[in-house]
């Protein structure tokens, strides 16, 4: 009896076997089938020059300007510029990703981007708009929160977007206020910077943590920067006017490329703001984007200094 009854359990057990490995091999196909067809499907995006046909979820992304807004909303980016490159707070999310720029072509032709993206300012965007859809950004056209909501239409995450803006809105906000309670309503910040051959001071939409400080945070500037930075952005300064420019608090943006030797001088060490230990020391490569790794970044440094590490 038992002689009869195996060949029919090990038939039952092919049986049995065969239509799993059938229903895994329909459940694969039609996986591979949706991704197939998600990734030809395409959203039109309306950019500065004109709508443009993008993938609705770009697999494949040559960011040449606005990689961190990219990398905030998870974008998957093959190709970056070298500045992005180098800033710290990108360095762990862009390991393996090739470095390219708008002059050399035939790498970016290697990289088979299905969406590049590029400052206005760029060269060869017509060529690189032979290659993939190609969308230009110019610098400070729109503000920096309104910039993260445009990337995320592009990469159609825009949902996504307006929630981060609005929670970080509320909560620099928020920051804000207590900052103002502990140092005064009137108390002033100022944002220095240097490189090789001059010292300089910004307004309130030049990176550096301006935005955060003067738009959202609603900080007061100096007079001075007012007069001179606001409109412009930032205004470069000799060593013997800086106390003019120095507020109650300073931000100083260390550029270890610069010529820092005036922070060795008595006309910077008599500023009342480094008398009274009220320096915040960040570095430059860290701090020049306005985008949500960095703001988030800079509003916990702040929150630190003005509440916990200041006088």
């Known amino acids: 009896m038992r002689k009869i009854l195996i060949p029919f359990l090990l038939l039952a057990i092919f049986i049995l076997q065969a239509c799993g490995s059938t229903e895994t091999s329909k459940t694969e196909q039609k996986e591979e089938n949706t991704n197939q067809k998600s990734a030809s499907e395409t959203i039109t995006y309306q950019s500065e020059t004109g709508p443009v046909e993008v993938p609705a979820n770009p697999t494949r992304i ?9 990398l905030a909303l998870e974008g998957e980016i093959v190709g970056v510029d070298e500045w992005t490159n180098m800033n710290p707070l990108f360095q762990e999310k862009l390991e393996g990703i090739e470095v390219v720029s708008e002059e050399n072509i035939e790498k970016i032709v290697e990289l088979e981007p299905d969406l590049i993206i590029v400052g206005s300012h760029s060269k060869n965007i017509d060529k690189m708009s032979e290659i993939a859809p190609t969308v230009a950004y110019t610098w400070g056209k729109l503000d920096y929160l309104e910039q993260q909501i445009e990337i995320g ?20 906000e928020e920051a804000g ?15 220095f910077e240097y490189d090789t051959k001059s010292a300089y001071v910004f307004g309130n939409n030049w990176a550096r943590g ?3 400080l003067y738009q959202t945070m609603k900080l007061e500037m100096p007079e001075k920067v007012k007069e001179n930075a606001l409109e412009p952005g930032y ?6 006017v800086l106390p003019e420019f120095a507020g109650d608090y300073i931000v100083l943006s260390k550029n270890q490329d610069g010529d820092g030797s005036f922070l060795e001088t008595q006309t910077w060490k008599n500023i009342p703001a480094v008398q009274n230990n ?12 306005s985008d949500p790794i960095t703001l988030e970044y800079l509003l916990d440094v702040f929150k630190k200094a003005f509440l916990e590490e200041l006088n």
């Open 278 to 289: 009220r320096v915040i020391e960040l570095d430059t490569k860290a701090i020049t984007y």
């Open 153 to 172: 239409k592009l990469l159609n995450k825009e949902q996504e977007a307006k929630e981060w803006v609005e929670d970080f809105t509320t909560r620099a």
């Open 210 to 212: 301006t935005e955060l």
């Open 235 to 240: 205004f470069a300064l000799s060593t013997e």
């Open 62 to 70: 040559v960011a040449l300007s606005n990689a961190p807004n990219v």
């Open 177 to 191: 206020k207590e900052i103002k309670e502990k140092i005064g309503e009137d108390a002033t910040v100022s944002v």
